[in-house]
């Protein structure tokens, strides 16, 4: 059974930085790409970033202006996402998943003062 | 700076046939955006419905399809059940390994 299970997520200052993980289990993890959205409460979803299964190529959304930065180590069959400068629009629900429809079940990121 | 386009909200009774489509400012959309749909349901995670424009996951019902139609991409809803109402949102893959999400449509089954 495919797991992808989110973790790193909390409650941060505006400016300050996380890093979120996402563990993935029941496939082989280095044969596929990764990818992060999120979800402000009630509102849309929004595509933060992609890997490729070597990292060889990644992509960020639009919105991000260059503070997020993903990576994976396939050793470990994990995906990170590091989360810097971050402001109260960060504030979301962030999800990890693959490209051929599994998702995890998110990780809450407040950022707040 | 790609935005794709959705409609805000439809509505479809029990049974019927609906069409959701997808479209994106940077022209027509073709096979190469990838289009892949998702559903969500009220305090749910989301969920992959469809990719490449119509390939169906294990999970996904029969009632679903995808195509392209008129320059976007389509999600067809064929015997809408009431368990089949949620917020749907596409996603397309642009040329430098971005992928854009549209605003999503509020399907209401009535």
């Known amino acids: 059974e495919v797991q992808l299970v989110e973790s790193g997520g909390g409650l941060v200052q505006p400016g300050r930085s996380l890093r979120l993980s996402c563990a993935a289990s029941?496939?082989?993890?280095?044969?596929?790409?990764m990818q992060w959205i999120r979800q402000v409460p009630g509102k849309g979803l929004e595509w933060v970033a992609g890997i490729s299964w070597n990292s060889g190529s990644i992509g960020y959304g639009d919105s991000l202006k260059g503070r997020f930065t993903v990576s994976r180590d396939n050793a470990k069959n994990s995906v990170f996402l590091q989360l810097n400068s971050l402001s109260p629009d960060d504030t979301a629900l962030y999800y990890c998943?693959?490209?051929?429809?599994?998702w995890g079940r998110g990780v809450q990121v407040t950022v707040s003062s | 700076q790609a935005v794709v386009t959705q409609e805000p909200s439809l509505t479809v009774s029990p049974g019927g046939t609906v069409t959701l489509t997808c479209g994106s400012s940077t022209g027509a959309v073709t096979t190469t955006h990838y289009p892949s749909w998702f559903q969500q349901k009220s305090g749910q995670a989301p969920t992959a419905l469809l990719s490449?424009?119509?390939k169906r996951y294990s999970w996904t019902p029969a009632r679903f399809s995808g195509s392209l139609l008129g320059g976007k991409a389509s999600l067809t809803l064929s015997g809408a059940r009431p368990e089949d109402e949620a917020d749907y949102y596409c996603?397309?893959?642009?040329?430098?390994?971005?992928?854009?999400f549209g605003g999503g449509t509020r399907l209401t089954v009535l």
């Open positions: 998943g693959t490209y051929v429809g599994h």
């Open positions: 996603l397309l893959s642009y040329s430098d390994a971005r992928r854009v």
């Open positions: 029941g496939f082989i993890f280095d044969d596929y790409a």
């Open positions: 490449d424009t119509g």
